[in-house]
Nanobody, 124 residues
Framework: QVQLVESGGGLVQVGGSLRLSCAAS????????MGWVRQAPGKEREFVTG????????DFRDSVKGRFTISRDNAKNTVYLQMNSLKPEDTAVYYC?????????????????WGQGTQVTVSS
């Protein structure tokens, strides 16, 4: 069973950048479709971005397209989320998650393993 640990969250001003990391252990990220899911206060978890197990294709929710990038380093067994041009509405707890799906997993229910989350706060 893969364990996931996120890091890199914090407080940033509007327009700033952050890079989140998700280190995996107990399993290899290349065996999973990996994703980032976020949850803002009082809201349900929502898909942010994912990178597929097969082919490494990426997928993004519309509101982050052009601003966020997902990547993975199989040698380091780590997934990254580069977030640029951050907005207040990006404020949330960001979770790294792993899915057994071969391609895209756009629903939180499609992910089997979760990290503990890291807080991202964008101040205006």
């Amino acid at each position: 069973q893969v364990q996931l640990v996120e890091s890199g969250g914090g407080l940033v001003q509007v327009g700033g950048s952050l890079r989140l990391s998700c280190a995996a252990s107990g399993g290899t990220i290349s065996s999973y479709t990996m994703g980032w899911v976020r949850q803002a206060p009082g809201k349900e978890r929502e898909f942010v971005t994912g990178i597929s197990r097969i082919g490494g294709s990426t997928d993004f929710r519309d509101s982050v397209k052009g601003r966020f990038t997902i990547s993975r380093d199989n040698a380091k067994n780590t997934v990254y989320l580069q977030m640029n041009s951050l907005k207040p509405e990006d404020t949330a707890v960001y979770y790294c998650a792993a899915s057994g799906r071969l391609l895209y997993a756009r629903s939180a229910t499609e992910y089997n393993y979760w990290g503990q989350g890291t807080q991202v706060t964008v101040s205006s």
